[in-house]
DNA sequence: CAATATCCGACTTCTTCGGTCCGGGTTTAG
DNA sequence: CTAAACCCGGACCGAAGAAGTCGGATATTG
């Protein structure tokens, strides 16, 4: 239905929490949890992935927890919904560079590759610190196209 | 996972397909489905959705079968995915205009939306036409970004 | 009437997501 | 030193949605 996965959105909650909180040397996985209600094992195993990404630095014992590894600035969308969620691609049959061998005939993802593309860029165009100013952004796109939605 | 789903591709599949064939007046379900090896009930449903969302015309009978409603220049790909999956939002927690209210915190959706806004917007300018063009069609976007995939 | 289609809901199967549990290893406070 | 607080990571399970099947009803043509 393409939507992200849950997971991918708690991992956005969490680094936009790390990065309204700088003052703070670290903060455990319960801390981020309890602030957004989301359960606490959970979001510690989105953690753990996020640190072996290399975009949180993690550290263990009394007053642990985690912190940015780098500035908010520097961490887009891309790469956190990347490492969680792993790779996506808009097509279901497309597997690395190969065209679908299942369906010799499938034309249809050559263009919606290009789609593909269009939203990675997306994606890493924002940052972490664009999720947390509340006025418009630099921006994702030159123009934001003033789009509607079709409630059907 | 941010993909969409097979009954998805199948229905581009299928209005690519007629869209190439304009000189029959109609396609049973069954052939299309014979044409690229998918299973020709699920593809029937799919071209029922599409007919009730005025995508299609159908036509019972013998030599009966379907054919699009529309020119397939005027037939853009969010019609399709929107017809067949319903409205696709990216956050999970989206539901109507509303925000979530089960996690009052979250304050993530805002700029999700936006790019919400900027996925919809690519895929409503893409035509069935252009997906039958295997040269470059106008172009979902004025730059082609050449994007690498991070396959981990 | 008979053959060929669409039409449409119910049903089974399969995968994935969301979430929990538990047995580790580390670091710090007391 | 010991215990508390924290990270680490695999195993496990239930729920939900996707993919596909089945069966019957209806419409159209020859």
Same mark, same amino acid.
């Given at each position: 239905?393409?939507?992200?996965?849950?997971?991918?959105?708690?991992?956005?909650? /969490?680094?936009?929490?790390?990065?309204?909180?700088?003052?703070?040397? /670290?903060?455990?996985?319960?801390?981020?949890?309890?602030? !957004?209600?989301?359960?606490? &094992?959970?979001?510690?195993?989105?953690? &753990?992935?996020?640190?072996?990404?290399?975009?949180?630095?993690?550290?263990?014992?009394?007053?642990?927890? !985690?912190?940015?590894?780098?500035?908010?600035?520097?961490?887009?969308? !891309?790469?956190?919904?990347?490492?969680?969620?792993?790779?996506?691609?808009?097509?279901?049959?497309?597997?690395?560079?190969?065209?679908?061998?299942?369906?010799?005939?499938?034309?249809?993802?050559?263009?919606?590759?290009?789609?593909?593309?269009?939203?990675?860029?997306?994606?890493?165009?924002?940052?972490? &610190?664009?999720?947390?100013?509340?006025?418009?952004?630099?921006?994702?796109?030159?123009?934001?196209?003033?789009?509607?939605?079709?409630?059907?």
């Amino acid at each position: 239905m393409l939507k992200l996965t849950k997971k991918a959105d708690y991992g956005l909650m /969490a680094l936009k929490y790390l990065a309204e909180h700088p003052e703070t040397v /670290a903060l455990s996985a319960k801390d981020i949890a309890d602030a !957004y209600g989301i359960p606490a &094992q959970l979001l510690a195993k989105i953690l &753990q992935k996020l640190t072996k990404s290399g975009l949180l630095k993690s550290h263990a014992g009394m007053n642990g927890g !985690y912190a940015l590894s780098r500035d908010a600035r520097e961490i887009s969308a !891309y790469e956190v919904i990347h490492s969680i969620d792993g790779p996506f691609f808009i097509t279901s049959c497309t597997k690395g560079s190969k065209g679908c061998e299942l369906t010799p005939s499938c034309t249809i993802k050559e263009p919606l590759a290009r789609v593909n593309d269009t939203i990675a860029g997306v994606l890493k165009s924002i940052s972490i &610190q664009d999720l947390s100013d509340h006025e418009h952004p630099a921006g994702p796109t030159e123009k934001s196209s003033p789009l509607v939605y079709l409630t059907h």
